[in-house]
């Protein structure tokens, strides 16, 4: 368990880095936007989001979201490991 949460934070803290260091990490939501836009320029939006978070807190949920997946992915495995060691030599 340890170590899944290590490998989360780890991961968490990489996208952030990654996402706040200036590179260029378009989302595909802004990417789909632009092709939109692009496309149709009359179009109107039929729904606006309820909350919208600054850059930074994009990044946040972004790198946090990778965090769980990252714990998530890891206890998989530990467990996976742990489940063949119980298994009988064939």
Known sequence: M????LLGGVVAAVVFLLATAGGDLAGTDGQAVAEIE???P???RWA????????????LLFALQGGV???LLGRYLDRLRASDGDAPDA
């Open 69 to 71: 997946g990252a714990v």
């Open 48 to 59: 606006t989001p309820a909350w919208a978070p600054d850059a930074t807190g994009e990044a």
């Open 42 to 44: 009359t179009y109107d």
């Open 38 to 40: 692009e496309r149709s």
């Open 2 to 5: 340890r170590r899944s949460l």
